[in-house]
Every structure is written in C-alpha cells, then in structure tokens.
C-alpha cells in the first residue's frame, strides 16, 4: 500500500474536499437495521439490549457476525447486509 | 546557500569528465583574484579539496539558474547574470572572465555533459518543488492506507474504469503539452456551467490516460463541446443513446499516432482510446454530467466511455471533413457530433458507385427509425474498399451526397404514423408530401476503416439534431 498520495481535484471544486457521509436517516420505522458483532468480547451483550430496544419499538432487526474482530469483514458478509438493510449500527466492544 | 550578486559561478558535477578537466581552469580564476562560487550537482566534495563548494545536489540552483550542461560558467554582476559559457570552450571562458590566456594547457573546446536537472523526468519536480509552475486546483490527500486508483473510484472521479491518479508531476508533465497557460479558461462546462481551465483539462487528460501531445486535441474537443450549437447540456441530459463522438483531421492526428484505418472505432490505439475519453471525464467531472444525475440515457452507448477516431485523408478519394468545412489541408481540427452508435452497412457486390449508393441509402434510412424524416443527423463512414468504388468511377463527395439526398425523398404516405401497420412515424397532414430523410447539412461523409472489407457505417446522431438540438461543430486545434 502506498504512503498517502496528493492528488489534483478534476472536479470543478464544488463539493468539500472530505468526502461526505450518507445522510443520517430522520427515523427508522420501516427501515431494517442491521447489528454487527464484530466478534469481540461481549458484543453480543450490548447488541442484545439494542435488539430488544428496537423491537419494542417496532423496528425490523437482523444480527450479523464477522468471523474475527482482527480482519475486515468478508465480502460475502458486506454485501448480505448492504443488500438487507438500511442502516447498520456495530458493537466496537471492550 | 544564496550565489553571491557578483562574480562567477561554475556548475559542475564529479561524474562529468569535462568538469574534471576544467579543476585547473578554476583554480587559476581563484589565484587571479576572482570570486567564484563552485555548485556541484552530484558531490559536495566535488572538486577534491576545494573549500565552501556548494552543495546542489537537490538542484536548486541549478534549476534557477536554468543550467542546460556542466559545467557551465556564469558572470554575475548586481545580482544579474551577465554572461555565460557551456561547457568548456577556451575562448569563451576567456572572454567571461576576462582573463587572457585562461587554461591554455587544455584543448580548446570540450562538450560538457548534461544537466542533472535537465534528467528525464525529474524537470517537473524540481519546477514543483522550486516554484517554476503553479498550480490552482485543490490538493486532494489521499491517506496512507487507501490504495490511489480506489480513492479516485471512491470520489467519483471515474467513468467505472480505472484512472491514472492525477498527481502534480503528472499534471505538470502532461501541462507541458501546450503552449497555454493553465489558467486559460477553455469553456464552461454544464450541467454546472462550472468554468473549465486549462488546468483542468490536464488533470482529466491524466486520469484517461492521454500523453501530453494529445493535450491540444483534448483542449480543442472542450472547446467544441461548449460551442452552443453543439448543446451539451441537452445532449447530456437527454433519454436518448447520443454522446460526443470526436472526429479528428489533419497532421495533428497522424503525428500523435492516431488510428483512421483497421478496426478505427474500436479498442488498441491510446490516441483514439484516450482522447475520447478525456473529454467525457471532463463532463463528468468539471462539468457534473454525471448518468443517473443529469445524464438520463435509457441505454446509452459504450462510446460514452471513449468514440473518437482519425478521419483516413491520405487514402481518401474525397477532400477531407476539415477542408469541406473551409480549413486549410494543412489545419488540424477536432469536429464533435452527437453520434448514438455504429450501424454496419454490408454491401460486397456492388461495383458501381449508384448501386452503392442505393446501398447506403436504404440503411441511412433506418436511422432511429424508417419512418422519422428530419430528426437526427448521421455520419457516413466510407471505407477504403467501398471508397475505390467511387474513385474509379470518378465520383465526387458531392456527387454522392446529391445521389443520396435524391434517394432519401421519401413520400408522406410512406412515413405517416400507421403507415405499413407502424404506429409511430409523421402526422396525417405529411400524408400528399414527400420528406428528405436528412435535414438540410444533416449528413455529413467521410473515410476511414482497414484497406480490407466491404463495409461502411452510419454513425447515427442524436434525434434532436439540428438547430433544435446538436449541431456537429468544428474547432482548429492550437498548439
């Protein structure tokens, strides 16, 4: 991998420089929301409580596990959850 | 190190033989009571024993002092350079230092050697790094653990094909292309009528991968897409296939190796490859012109990645696209259609040039479709064996397009909507009248393909042609 390059924006420099994050969502009725535990310890614990938060408020939930904290996730993985919800939210436990 | 305003700078470096020879020369300038400053481009404790050389090893002075060869000599007088001699040459030391019989043991003249800042490659750095160029367009960095041609994807920089990072030394080289100045505005690009540098062509001519002789041609094909007779923002924005289709003619094109022969529409030949394609990266990204957004083709085309090719005038039977439009057979000119794709014409048994043409105007009629008269331009592509055909017979360009405009009536009750159990086609009222197929100046002819195979083509245009819509328009390409 490089060391970070200096590019020359082709752009007509409209848009900031950083890139822009997704639109946060204004709420998440009718959205499926997609809980990642990225295999550390006691992850699942708090995506347990995140779970039953958001069913008690209606929200449609699916639980997903990478096989290991210390790699990024598959690619199979990425797009099963890029494909089934619209948000994601990711237990960074420890 | 600054040099000093006055006296005499000599720039050198070890691995020259010449510079090596010169040593005594400059010890006898030091013993006459001369100030010399001594900048050695490779070694610092080059001449052996020499005290308070300076070292240049990062070229800077020797790139403000312009040094094409060492060693070179240079007189110095309030803080101006007042006279110079490259290289070793007796007479002329003598006469810049003014000091007669300076280095008589050694032969009169030798060639120095190259510059280490005149190296292949590394000029465009050290005009970076030193001041020599500037450029205006934001720094983008990308950080250390994000591979170059992912982030360009990632900000959208691409057609779905990789670029070429555009890093400042790439720019600066391909910048090196034209005599323009970076900050010339070549045109404004819509959708966002974003004003469109010079700069900004460069950095888009390095990510489609031109080299920096194309630049010109690039330039020229902006310029033409902002003309307004060709409307862009129309043609970008419309349902239809159409995109800018580059035709280019004259020296310009055989000098950068374009290709107007086998297989001239299709893949292999950078020129015509990235040429094409720079120009669309222009819209894309000057300009925001990008599908989805602004761009609404419910197909497309795959020349919307790159169509552009040469036109083939030294085996051509007819004057070329650029002199029938008034340019000098030695202009070179860059002409823009709004082309929606090829459409083969197969015809191996005609040998007489009215049984060709018949040929031709049977599948001009299908342009977009048999039974739409007036709506979109097209292109003839006349290949060389189909071109001999009308050279033996001695038919002009003109000749031809009148044979074709004859051809291409079409009586009313032919095209009228129901007509031959076809909803589409003209209102009931055309029904008595008999419509040309092309409008006025609609079709346009010219020759290019391999020397084997009875084929031509129809670049099809856009249905908005003409004055409602796209125009192809021609611009002379500047150095």
Redesign the interface.
Known sequence: ??????????????AP?R?VRLPRPKELAGQCVGLLDISKARGDVFLDEIESRLRADGVSVRRYQKPTFARVAPVALMQQISAECQVVIEALAD | MEIPADGFVVVCKRECATCGMVVPVLSEIVDKGKPLTICSQDDPAFPDEWPGVVDDTALAHSYRLAIEAVPTLIRMQNGMETARAVGWDRAEWQAVTGIEGLGEDLPQSRPGCGSRSVEPGLAEELALRYGGVRLAARRIETPSHEDEMEACFARGWTDGLPVVPPTEVRVVRMLAGTRRSSDEVVGIIPPNQAACTVEKVAINAVMAGCKPEYLPIVIAAVEAACLDAFCLHGLLATTYFSGPVIIVNGPMARAVGMNSGVNAFGQGNRANATIGRALQLVVRNVGGGRPGEIDRATLGTPGKYTFCFAEDETGSPWESLAVERGFARGASTVTLFAGSGVQPIFDQHSRDPESLARTYAACLRTVAHPKIPMAADAFLVVSPEHGRVFRQAGWTKARLRERLDELLQIPGADLVRGAHGMAEGVPESLAHTTLPKFRPGGLDIVHAGGTAGMFSAIISGWVASGAKGSQSVIKEIRQ
């Open positions: 991998m490089n060391k970070g390059m200096v590019l020359l924006d082709p752009t007509a420099e409209l420089a890139r």
